[in-house]
């Protein structure tokens, strides 16, 4: 599975910005979102089942962020709203085959076998 990232940017605090992964190749069951920010651990954002459309979010998120897919595109969005300078960070979309609906298994790193490039979001206060 190769995933490509793209719509970070620089944004100020209270807006909006939406990230795209496009994945091509064998498709995994599960799509995520982590990020990274300087000096701290990656973590998980979101997380979303192809088939179902059932999400996950982590709770410092929750009300604010969205995860959505687009399956004739292969695409997962992440749609960001009011943001805030702690969401400033390296984003990276991720795939997985997840068989265990827990939220506990989609917020965990190892169960992503795939990887795209980080895409940067910059919230300024």
């Known amino acids: 599975v190769q995933l490509q990232a793209s719509g970070g940017g620089l944004v100020q605090a209270g807006g909006s910005l939406r990230l795209s992964c496009a994945a091509s190749g064998r498709r995994r069951n599960v799509m995520g979102w982590f990020r990274q920010a300087p000096g701290k651990e990656r973590e998980f954002v979101a997380a979303?089942?192809?088939?179902?459309?059932?999400?996950y979010l982590a709770d410092p998120v929750k009300g604010r962020f969205t995860i959505s897919s687009d399956h004739a595109k292969n695409t997962v969005y992440l749609q960001m709203n009011s943001l805030k300078p702690e969401d400033t960070a390296d984003y990276y979309c991720?795939?997985?085959?997840?068989?265990?609906?827990?939220?506990?298994?989609?917020?965990?790193?190892?169960?992503?076998?795939?990887w795209g490039q980080g895409t940067q979001v910059t919230v300024s206060s």
């Open positions: 979303i089942r192809w088939t179902g459309g059932i999400t």
């Open positions: 991720a795939a997985g085959n997840i068989y265990d609906s827990s939220s506990y298994y989609h917020s965990r790193i190892s169960s992503y076998s795939d």
